[in-house]
């Protein structure tokens, strides 16, 4: 009477190992990525994705020199992959993997701090529409401007003060 139970549950096991593989093969991000708090030598990089699985997170800098943070992420929360060891001022780029494919990862970078005499600049925005930037000639396109500020390095940290979504007329 024993073994029967023995081989449903085996095969329920299996069942659910399947099921398993199949979910991770198909992870989506839900979430992310959101670079949190980055410093002249650590960084914090945080996803949520829609299927348990194990991910690893890559930063790389330009020189081809990769940290890597691997975890076992929980389907729907949240989950910082921590970094420590960078260099001051430079450049990293945001990458995963996995066994499978995620599905919507978008190209993701950030630039470490400088040391004590490091540069710190700050943009503000708030109220910047893209319908009223759309009527605008390009020299005046505030969001390229500040994307170009951005990929020169130029900026450190970013602050969106509110009115990033315009409900006026959703419609």
Known sequence: M??????????????????????????TIVIGPVIGKVTNSTARVLFEFNASTIITVTLTDPNGTQFNNTKNVTANRAVPFNFSGLQAETKYTVSLS???????????????????????????LSCMDRFVQADKEDEADLWQDMLTRIQNNEVQ????????LYMDDPF
């Open 2 to 27: 024993q073994a029967p139970l023995f081989a449903q549950l085996t095969v329920i096991f299996a069942l659910l190992c399947c099921l398993a593989s199949a979910q991770q093969d198909n992870v």
């Open 98 to 124: 996995l066994n499978g494919s995620i599905t919507n990862m978008i190209e993701s970078y950030f630039t470490t701090l400088g040391g004590p005499t490091g540069k710190l600049n700050f943009a503000v």
């Open 157 to 164: 940290y970013l602050l969106q003060t509110g009115d990033q």
